[in-house]
């Protein structure tokens, strides 16, 4: 087998496995609390993570069987076979979990009909940050982006947190910048370059410009001075308590703001 692609089979299994934790860990979470809005919030990003995976794997086919197996677990049918009504979300949470575990088997056996062995190697990687103006920054964080879900499904949630908010801070500095210095400043705000404004004030600007809008308001306090996470020779210090909680609201808030700087998304 060639070299290049067993790595990326790996790589896929692994991230296959990650999602499937989180899965079984929201399925747990409504088990215990059924009504819980932080756990819906959560299915929905997961589910958008797990479609976008069974995208690339299929090779962007809908009519890929791992595709079909993905949309079919939205579905309720009836004795006759006719799709009725949706589906619970922790039912929905157990059908997502089961057409991973098949992802998984397909691509262990190298069967041959996971996109991955052909299609999915042409088909380019979803590229979520186009809209920065940086042509040049656009790699770094799609890469970042990368890195930090993998860091949550491995439950880093320091690292996880502090990378998140490193793709924040640079996305809305890039929208700042194109902004204008000069213009920003004539609406009002700080003179000096923006890259050298506090995190907080840079959030603040761009929601006051209407460049984003009122997501970062559920950004935590350690998210906000995720800087603080640094130690002297670029680690990360293990003073500062970060929770899974902090980690997946700052990963919430930065798809919030994703969409505000990208509406088209």
Not at 14 to 23: D, E, K, M, N, V
Not at 33 to 62: F, H, M, Y
Not at 126 to 131: I, K, T, V
Request: hydrophobic fraction near 40%; charged fraction near 25%.
């Amino acid at each position: 087998m060639n070299e290049s692609l067993r790595v990326q089979i790996d790589t896929y299994v692994s991230h296959l496995a990650g999602l499937i934790r989180r899965g079984r860990q929201l399925h747990d979470t409504l088990s215990t609390d059924p009504s819980s809005k932080t756990a819906i919030v959560a299915i929905r990003a997961w589910q958008e993570d797990c479609g976008v995976t069974v995208n690339q794997l299929s090779g962007g086919s809908k009519a890929h069987w791992l595709a079909r197996s993905f949309s079919e677990a939205f579905l309720m049918r009836s004795k006759s076979g006719i799709a009725v009504e949706s589906v619970a979300p922790e039912e929905i949470v157990n059908r997502l979990v089961h057409v991973l575990e098949q992802a998984i088997g397909s691509l262990s056996q190298m069967g041959g009909d996971l996109a991955i062995s052909a299609s999915s190697q042409e088909a380019p990687a979803p590229r979520r940050f186009d809209f920065v103006h940086n042509s040049q920054l656009r790699p770094v964080l799609e890469q970042a982006y990368v890195d930090s879900r993998r860091d949550f499904e491995e439950l880093h949630y320091g690292p996880a947190l502090r990378t998140t908010c490193g793709i924040l801070e640079a996305i809305v500095t890039d929208a700042l910048e194109y902004k204008g210095l000069s213009a920003l400043v004539a609406a009002g705000a700080p003179e000096g370059k923006i890259a050298d404004w506090p995190f907080e004030t840079r959030l603040v600007v761009a929601e006051q410009e209407g460049l984003i809008h009122g997501g970062c308001a559920r950004l935590p306090a350690v998210a906000r001075r995720y800087r603080d996470l640094n130690t002297a020779d670029g680690g990360l210090s293990t003073e500062v308590a970060v929770s899974e909680r902090d980690a997946r609201l700052a990963g919430q808030v930065l798809s919030v703001v994703m969409r505000d700087l990208d509406p088209g998304r």
